[in-house]
């Protein structure tokens, strides 16, 4: 029997989900991440995990499927205030690893779990600190192709975490589904192996 919606098209995501204990399917369900002026990182990740929560709880009523929680995630690095969300291509992958190398940067992922009783959204907050990457170091990964579809350009499950320093935070939440806070969240819903 399944739990929930998973609002989200990411094999990380539904991977890490998987280990909390429910039964789920997968909803899809758009959005438009353009930050907003001015909008600080916190505030985006947890805008987008409930925006994304609530489409994939309008369509799961417009498919006419059977009404169970919708559970989304966003994540986002952030060196300072500037947000680095996906690139849009190999040279924009290469600006964004460029400025993070050599520094120490912020991964915030938002979830959130649509209801019923409406959106709760948790966030975790992660400090990664990149090595000094050489010119060549970047190309290669660049042409890998692995920078592509993610935050920040880099998957720290995947070559990406060879640049990785020193990791302060949620492993799980840089790859895209903190594990912890998830658990917690569903728990509070009844949700999950850690459910009261």
């Known amino acids: 029997m399944t ?12 991977e890490l989900l998987g280990q909390t204990g429910v039964a789920f399917e ?17 505030d985006y990740v947890k805008r987008l995990a ?9 369509a799961m009523h417009g498919q006419g499927l059977a009404a169970l929680p919708v559970l989304a995630a966003d994540t986002t690095v952030a060196l300072g205030s500037v947000i680095l969300g996906k690139p849009a291509d190999a040279a924009d992958a290469t600006r964004m690893l460029q400025r993070l190398s050599g520094t120490t940067h912020d991964v915030l992922t938002g979830v959130g779990l ?9 966030v975790s907050v992660s400090r990664v600190t ?16 692995e920078p592509m579809d993610k935050a920040g350009a880099y998957g720290i499950q995947g070559l990406g975490g060879l640049f990785v320093a020193r990791l302060e935070g ?17 728990g509070r819903h009844g949700l999950g192996r850690l459910a009261a």
């Open 3 to 14: 739990d929930l919606y998973l609002a989200s098209g990411s094999p990380r995501r539904r």
């Open 26 to 42: 997968r909803i899809v369900a758009e959005i438009d991440e353009t930050p907003l002026g001015n909008e600080t990182p916190l």
């Open 50 to 58: 409930a925006a994304k929560a609530e489409a994939g709880w309008a």
């Open 114 to 122: 649509r209801t019923e009783a409406g959106v709760d959204v948790v």
């Open 130 to 145: 990149f090595m000094q990457l050489s010119d060549a170091q970047i190309a290669a990964y660049v042409a890998s192709g």
């Open 170 to 186: 949620s492993f799980t939440g840089v790859v895209g589904l903190p594990l912890h806070e998830t658990a917690m969240l569903l």
